[in-house]
């Protein structure tokens, strides 16, 4: 493909639903800084980043791209983009500092932030928890403790107190997959443990603190609650080997369907409570805890960045792309399947060693709808790819890789919509270039270039075709709106 960001070579802009959305993300450890200003104390990120080896070149959060102190100019470029959304998350940490008493500085900030996004006419779409756990909490426990989903819904209150009146989409996760088996079984995320059944006891406290937070969210007047996965499809390398099989299957219960199947059916699947009974997942479940987990919600957020194909066989062409940053020993994140294997299959790379398939994400979208009968609503909350760009001598910043791969992913949604998924928005990931957890500020996954010396932003060529993109798709649907209504009025 040429580097042509018109969508005119990737379909027809009427294939998305009326009222789809086009936003961008970002994480609040990844972009705020301010890491010790108005009240906030550390996070989990602020401490394991601390930790020489934990994160490349010693990088960490404290100053980010500045987001704290330069939000209204980073709300000016959405608007400049033409975005309708901006996903963000709110600081636990910063809200509820060390985990205790609620500091109104910190939900200052974030009510200035939903302020000028609404007087920009963007639609706040809010994350409560996106990996930072205060280290306060952490030192007691953290999401291995029951009470910890306890402490969750009090600073879900607290948010929702300060926000509720004006932000109507509330994703109580982001990734559980990460902040769980990542966190608390590989250790290449913070808190940096690597003890198996630490890790499940998170992925089910975290659980356990989604459905408690729906259910109040809910009682208190929110419009719209979910949550957020990142999902993928899982491809035997040979689907006539039945180890090649069982190895998929294995990675499709640990990547997909433990986080899907108790949320959306109350129920974890029978292989995965066989698989991990060895690490206490049924000493876990207590009476009534399946019941709040499930509570229905209002959508399920996706994130996907590529899918995998897996085998049972010994093979190291490929890996699962969870390495991270820096060469300190890591645990597997596959409990109960640490053979499993990721062979490539000789497609392109991001910067990331990532593998490019963009139908990958139109199988998976259209999946969830076969299986799921009761799926709500989908938004692709998170989509998007490092690569490695600079600005050039004429102060822009070409990243034809970057602008294909996200013309080519919306195609895919496309694609899925065109097929019956219920697809409602697209947030592409990441709208600065920002704080890459264990891979420090090395990789950029912006849609907008952030010098980090000066703080400096420019537009990415990706984000100007995304921009273009945005304003072709409203064009033609309010040229077919008009057609509709003339339509309409020459029949009466």
């Known amino acids: 493909m040429t580097n042509n960001t018109s969508l005119g070579n990737h379909g027809n802009h009427n294939g998305f639903p009326p009222n789809f959305l086009w936003g961008s993300a970002t994480a609040a450890a990844q972009v705020e800084g301010a890491a010790r200003e108005d009240g906030k104390q550390d996070s989990i990120w602020d401490a394991f980043a601390a930790v020489p080896g934990n994160v490349l070149n010693q990088d960490t959060p404290a100053i980010a791209v500045d987001h704290y102190h330069r939000m209204p100019q980073d709300v000016a470029l959405m608007k400049e983009l033409g975005l309708d959304s901006y996903r963000f998350s709110t600081s636990w940490a910063r809200v509820r500092p060390g985990g205790g008493a609620v500091n109104p500085k910190g939900l200052d900030f974030y009510s200035r932030l939903v302020d000028e996004l609404l007087e920009a006419g963007i639609l706040p779409w809010l994350t409560l928890y996106h990996w930072d756990l205060p280290q306060g909490l952490e030192d007691k426990g953290g999401w291995t403790n029951r009470d910890t989903a306890c402490r969750y819904v009090e600073y879900a209150q607290d948010v929702y107190a300060a926000l509720g009146d004006r932000v109507k989409h509330w994703t109580t996760f982001n990734e559980p997959f990460c902040s769980s088996l990542l966190g608390y079984g590989s250790g290449v995320h913070a808190p940096g443990r690597q003890e198996p059944r630490a890790a499940i006891a998170a992925v089910h406290h975290q659980h356990l603190a989604h459905g408690m937070a729906v259910t109040e969210l809910r009682n208190l007047g929110a419009e719209q609650v979910g949550i957020t996965l990142n999902l993928s499809n899982s491809i035997p390398r040979d689907p006539d080997d039945p180890v090649d099989l069982e190895a998929a ?187 890459e957890w264990s891979w420090g500020y090395e990789k950029r996954f912006g849609i907008i270039h952030v010098d980090y010396q000066t703080q400096e932003r420019i537009i990415k060529d990706s984000g100007l075709a995304y921009s273009r993109l945005i304003a072709q798709v409203r064009q033609a649907t309010e040229a077919g709106n008009l057609q509709n209504a003339a339509a309409a009025a020459g029949a009466r």
Request: proline fraction near 8%.
């Open 249 to 435: 299957r294995l990675f499709d219960s640990l990547q997909n369907r433990i986080f899907l199947n108790p949320i959306l059916r109350g129920a974890y699947p029978e292989d995965s409570l066989r698989d991990l009974e060895p690490y206490g997942l049924h000493e876990l479940i207590l009476p009534g805890d399946m019941e709040l987990i499930g509570a229905p919600i209002d959508f399920l957020g996706v994130n996907h960045y590529h899918d995998d194909q897996i085998s049972g066989h010994p093979d190291m062409s490929g890996e699962d792309g969870h390495g991270g940053g820096t060469d300190t020993p890591k645990a597997s994140p596959w409990i109960g399947a640490e053979h499993i294997t990721f062979p490539t299959r000789g497609l392109p790379r991001t910067a990331m060693n990532w593998e490019v398939n963009p139908d990958g994400l139109r199988k998976l979208l259209v999946r969830l709808g076969q299986e799921y009968p009761n799926l709500p609503p989908l938004y692709v909350t998170e989509n998007g790819a490092a690569y490695d760009d600079a600005v050039s001598s004429e102060g822009t910043v070409p990243d034809a890789e970057r602008t294909k791969y996200i013309l080519d992913h919306i195609q895919a949604v496309r694609g899925a919509v065109a097929e019956g998924a219920d697809v409602r928005g697209y947030f592409v990931w990441s709208l600065l270039d920002n704080f």
